[in-house]
């Protein structure tokens, strides 16, 4: 079907006759009521209306042209053929969201191939288990690797123990015909996620927050700066247990997630969406549009002058990872936002990036730069030199480069990654010694009085 209408002006014939078209399609495949998932800029497939009004949504807010596989109206989602959108030809990029009732797993092997190279192997059993079929006969062309990445997604996006998902595989293993080539341990299902580039790294570190354990400091068993051991101690003993550290971080690299960011065409387009498809009237609409992100592009010119390098953001706050208040326990995520996509992109959850999970129990106050170092440090790599990275919706390759415009913080944690002193006399990072304090004679506190 030809979908060129999807980019025509919303008042002219072909866009009328376009959505007629579409909704034909579209109210075959209708569910309970005669009601379709609305496909408005809106909406964006979230909310369920009768035909009526979906037509009116769409002349009123536009349709998306993102979506152009229609897999909730009657598509395919497996499908990865060429369509002529009258604009160019493009291939319809292969959808891989968190939740698709589908995953595109030729699309994800794709991806991840050129991380392979050196392991053509272990590229050629992922690419087997991709073809194998979940079982003899299976109706659903479930394969050995699609059914473990629809059930682990299930898992992340449930908050599934590691136990109790490995407990559903061994049960749904013994429901289905026998044999077959579901997984049964959570360990094999890691081992696969983590070859696909899901993976992370544990580094351990000083119970007192002195250093990480990696690099120089990786073979040691006690911290050099406080001389504890690396290990928890058992009670009511002195000795060590083996291989049980006392404090460990997990560090999810983003360099790589990247780099698949932008091998895939739609992503990479919506990526340059700041340069090429915002609104530039001097309205402040996106980040874009703010004095900080055109200070950056005036004092680094051949940074702004690629409109695919990166604009980022980090938050970072403690929080308590079992809900209960009556415990003080702390657990620090890290997480990077990329502001070079579309308004309604940027806090989707498939791209806002966890890079780091600082375990607890206490609050790491100043010394939460020990524990930023591996992701600073590419940070650094990526600012200063850049990486190599292929971009998929201009088919060539080109020097990726990225700047963390600012962090997303409360004011304590402010103080902690910045440095500055928020307390005090002169606690006001902006007015600094001009800062209006005064201490409460009976009270003893400082007030800020002419701050309001």
């Not at 292969?94 to 272990?122: A, H, K, N, S, W």
């Not at 062309?141 to 990445?149: C, E, G, H, R």
């Not at 136990?163 to 026998?178: G, N």
């Not at 291989?243 to 990526?271: E, G, M, Q």
């Amino acid at each position: 079907m030809d979908r060129s209408w999807m980019f025509t002006n919303r008042t002219t014939d072909a866009f009328e006759i376009g959505v007629n078209d579409f909704l034909r399609q579209a109210i075959a495949h209708a569910g309970v009521g005669n009601q379709i998932y609305c496909p408005c800029l809106k909406c964006g497939n979230k909310a369920l209306y009768n035909v009526h009004e979906v037509k009116g949504h769409i002349f009123y807010n536009g349709f998306d042209t993102n979506y152009q596989r229609w897999i909730w109206h009657g598509e395919s989602s497996s499908s990865s053929t060429v369509k002529n959108l009258g604009v160019t030809t493009i291939r319809v990029p292969p959808l891989v969201q968190e939740d698709d009732d589908g995953d595109d797993i030729f699309g994800m092997m794709q991806d991840v191939e050129e991380e392979f190279i050196d392991r053509p192997d272990q590229f050629e059993k992922l690419l087997s288990d991709a073809e194998k079929p979940l079982y003899e006969g299976c109706p659903n062309n479930y394969t050995k690797l699609s059914a473990i990445v629809r059930l682990y997604n299930l898992k992340a996006a449930n908050g599934w123990s590691d136990k109790s998902f490995s407990d559903l595989l061994v049960a749904i293993s013994d429901m289905l015909p026998q044999p077959n080539e579901l997984y049964t341990s959570m360990y094999q299902v890691k081992k696969t996620m983590s070859s696909l580039g899901m993976g992370y790294e544990k580094i351990h570190a000083c119970r007192n927050d002195c250093v990480l354990y990696r690099k120089e400091y990786k073979d040691l068993e006690c911290c050099p700066v406080c001389g504890v051991s690396r290990w928890k101690l058992e009670k009511n003993k002195d000795t060590n247990k083996k291989l049980v550290p006392a404090k460990v971080i997990w560090y999810i690299p983003p360099i790589s997630r990247f780099r698949r960011l932008f091998r895939n065409d739609t992503h990479a387009k919506n990526l340059t969406w700041h340069a090429t498809g915002r609104i530039k009237d001097g309205m402040l609409r996106h980040p874009a549009d703010a004095p900080q992100w055109k200070t950056i592009e005036i004092l680094y010119p051949e940074f702004g002058k690629d409109s695919r390098n990166l604009r980022l953001g980090l938050a970072a706050d403690g929080m308590n990872p079992h809900s209960n208040q009556s415990t003080s326990y702390s657990t620090w995520p890290v997480i990077l936002v990329n502001y070079n996509l579309p308004p309604h992109l940027c806090m989707e959850r498939k791209f806002v990036m966890l890079t780091m999970l600082i375990s607890g129990p206490k609050q790491l106050g100043n010394d939460i730069d020990v524990f930023l170092a591996p992701l600073v440090e590419d940070l650094k790599l990526l600012c200063e030199e850049g990486v190599e990275c292929f971009d998929g919706y201009r088919n060539k390759t080109f020097n990726l480069r990225a700047t963390l415009l600012w962090t997303i913080n409360d004011f304590p944690a402010y103080g902690n990654l910045s440095g500055y002193s928020v307390k005090g006399y002169k606690a006001c990072p902006i007015c600094g010694n001009d800062t209006c304090s005064e201490r409460l004679k009976h009270g003893k506190k400082i007030c800020y009085m002419g701050h309001r």
